[in-house]
């Protein structure tokens, strides 16, 4: 069993005082609408609505956020670009790379790939791209910039499903064998609220429809099973 990811962050969470962290994936991506992992495709039309709508809630809070943190990636700075803040690229907070994977379906790649597919269904947490990473190496490197989030209140965090996962699941101190399946859907802003008493995070769904991007472990993760069984669990896609 792996271990709880408080004993991965150096000092325990700052919770001397009230603080609050926005968290969003980007908008909905050209690459999301296609199933396509990684890459760096622009935000679809939908995308771009969940940017203005995401501005409007940010700048409109009683408190609006004083930064805005993204990615390199150009689809979390297009979701940024109607936020009200002082902005900030982080290269910590870039999706998971999917190395030689990069901008494939998971359909592409349990066909040409299969005993790679196979192994991640089996390890999601410690399997790692080629010429990648795994959940582990995100966790590892973001280790740095968790500790500088100890100083931060009334921010907005613009990153993306994997390494939102692995964020959570610290400042959370959650278990580190649910991390590679917790649900982060596009288009909906977490706020996490740290106080003495714990984290509390609340989930704001913004009404712009998108694709879920969310793949449950299949019951089948053998290396021999077949391609349907190795795509059972493939959310819709165009
Ligand atoms: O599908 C969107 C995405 O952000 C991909 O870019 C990334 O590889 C993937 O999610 C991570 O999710 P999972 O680890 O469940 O494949």
Known sequence: MPPCSSELLDNPINRDKV????LSRHGESENNLFGRIGGDADLSSRGEQYARALGYYINTLPQPCHK?????????QQTAQY???QKEIRHEIDEINSGEHDNMTYE????????EFALRDRDKLNY????GESYMDVVKRLKPMMA???????????SHQATL???LTCLLEGNLAELPYLKIPLHTIIKLTISDAGVSMEYHR????CVDTFRPKPENCEISRNLAAACQTVPFHL
């Open 206 to 209: 913004i009404p712009v429809e």
């Open 128 to 131: 790692r791209y080629p010429k």
């Open 83 to 85: 936020v009200q803040a």
């Open 108 to 115: 592409d790649i349990a066909a040409n790939f299969p005993v």
């Open 68 to 76: 805005v943190i993204t990615s390199r990636l150009h689809r979390t």
């Open 148 to 158: 500088e989030l100890e100083l931060e209140d009334n921010i907005l965090i613009i």
């Open 165 to 167: 996962r692995c964020m």
């Open 19 to 22: 603080r609050t962290i926005y």
